[in-house]
């Protein structure tokens, strides 16, 4: 339900259960955790999903069963954030609840102009992990945080572009390919001189 392709540097990993709309189970987690730590070699590394949606976050049955409230999702999203190359979420659809971890670790975000953005865990009876909202919080500030925390807003695309959440919106058929342009450089570069770019880079 994980797929990975490593190509000269360049690592894909892609989210394989689109009739459950993405959504993860503690398996998914554990696969993404121990590929993301794995992937401090990679140049670059593109994070995306297969179907409409990106992830519906964690798999309903096993949310009740204790998934929700899982190291799991800090784990995955700190090893994300680690690494020292350039980290791109493709995100061809919707992003929902915990999945919203891993995408706000990576360095940029591109997504489809359908894409919707909620984290509805206070709704839920849960908290988020604690490193999401100062991630949310540092790219699109305080309040709007709240307004998606709190006030359990669904964002569109073009909203996501403009608060800062995303960084560009590209029509489907040509995502990954943005994607892949935008890593370019760094695969290409000496990967000492990359990694000490991104030590500089806030």
């Known amino acids: 339900m994980i797929e990975v392709e490593r190509n000269d540097g360049l690592w894909t990993v892609t989210l394989d259960r689109p009739e459950k709309a993405n959504s993860l189970t503690t398996a998914m987690l554990v696969d993404l955790v121990e590929i993301a730590e794995a992937a401090r070699d990679a140049r670059a590394l593109i994070l995306t999903g297969k179907g409409k949606v990106f992830s519906a976050g964690a798999d309903l049955d096993e949310a009740k069963a204790g998934l ?4 799991l999702w800090e784990k995955l999203s700190g090893a994300v954030a680690a690494l020292p190359c350039l980290t791109v979420a493709a995100l061809n659809g919707t992003l929902a609840g915990g999945a919203n971890g891993m995408a706000l670790a990576c360095d940029l975000r591109i997504a489809v102009p359908s894409a919707k ?19 949310m919080a540092a790219l699109i500030g305080p309040a709007r945080t709240r307004l998606i925390l709190m006030a359990g807003q669904k964002i569109t695309a073009q909203e996501a572009y403009a608060f ?16 892949q342009d935008l890593v370019a450089d760094s695969v290409a570069a000496d990967p000492a001189i990359a ?8």
Do not use: H, N
């Open 164 to 179: 800062g959440l995303v960084d560009r919106i590209v029509e489907p058929d040509a995502l990954m390919q943005t994607a």
């Open 117 to 135: 953005f909620f984290y509805p865990v206070m709704k839920l009876g849960f908290k988020p992990q604690p490193s999401d909202p100062k991630r």
């Open 195 to 202: 990694g000490a770019i991104a030590e500089l880079c806030p």
């Open 68 to 71: 929700a409230t899982s190291d």
